[in-house]
């Protein structure tokens, strides 16, 4: 996973970018989705969070 903060930007992007924009998604379906892109996927879920990519609302996650 980069480290630079605008390789990390787009990686997380790129990521985002495979959400539906209207869907809620478990933490099991999108930890699901998390894991076909990346093996350490509880990291990049961080980062997504952290990066204000995804937010938790009532338990689902969802693009910001």
Do not use: M
């Not at 959400?19 to 894991?35: A, G, M, V, W």
């Amino acid at each position: 996973f980069p480290t630079q903060n605008r390789k990390k930007e787009v990686v997380l992007q790129k990521v985002a970018n495979r959400l539906l924009p209207e869907k809620q998604y478990t933490d099991e379906e999108l930890n699901e989705i998390l894991k076909r892109i990346y093996p350490d996927f509880e990291k990049l879920k961080i980062e997504l969070l952290a990066s204000r990519f995804v937010k938790t609302t009532k338990g689902l996650h969802h693009l910001a």
